[in-house]
């Protein structure tokens, strides 16, 4: 089992001076590297299709292009689950640092694939330094 975890947006709370309004985190979890890469080609398939030459990014692309990818990867084996949050609603201590912020979300993704996992290997996006890396991984494993 393979979850893969990334983010839109960022952890900042600075509104008007860069910071994002919204912030989403998702796992996406394959049963097996098999899988895995199946969806990989899907998606090869349509960047070459839709003449990418960049890297897609869901967020930044155009409805047509959102529902082509949508529609491709459809057929894949695998399953998600999403956190997306109007940063601007947030109220509390936990929210005021972005470490913590990150590591709350991540925490509520992997909480709603908890069921699904089983010897998972868990990636996730690069974000924050090593110590950072290693103190979220612990507190995952001890969930």
């Not at 309004?21 to 890469?37: I, L």
């Not at 899907?42 to 292009?65: G, N, Q, Y």
């Not at 509390?92 to 694939?113: A, H, T, W």
Request: net charge positive; charged share 35%.
């Amino acid at each position: 089992m393979l979850v893969l975890i990334d983010e839109s947006g960022d952890c900042g709370f600075k509104f008007g001076k860069g910071s994002s309004d919204y912030f989403a985190c998702v796992a996406v979890v394959f049963p097996d590297d098999f899988s895995m890469d199946a969806c990989d080609r899907t998606i090869a398939v349509l960047r070459a299709k839709m003449k990418w030459r960049s890297e897609f990014h869901f967020s930044s692309s155009s409805d047509k292009i959102r529902r082509a990818f949508l529609e491709s990867v459809c057929q894949d084996d695998f399953k998600y689950a999403g956190f997306i949050v109007d940063k601007r609603k947030l109220y509390g201590r936990m929210f005021l640092n972005p470490k913590e912020f990150y590591e709350f979300s991540v925490g509520i993704v992997c909480d709603q694939v908890k069921p699904l996992l089983h010897d998972a290997k868990i990636i996730i996006d690069k974000n924050g330094d090593r110590a950072f890396r290693q103190r979220l991984e612990r507190r995952l494993k001890a969930k």
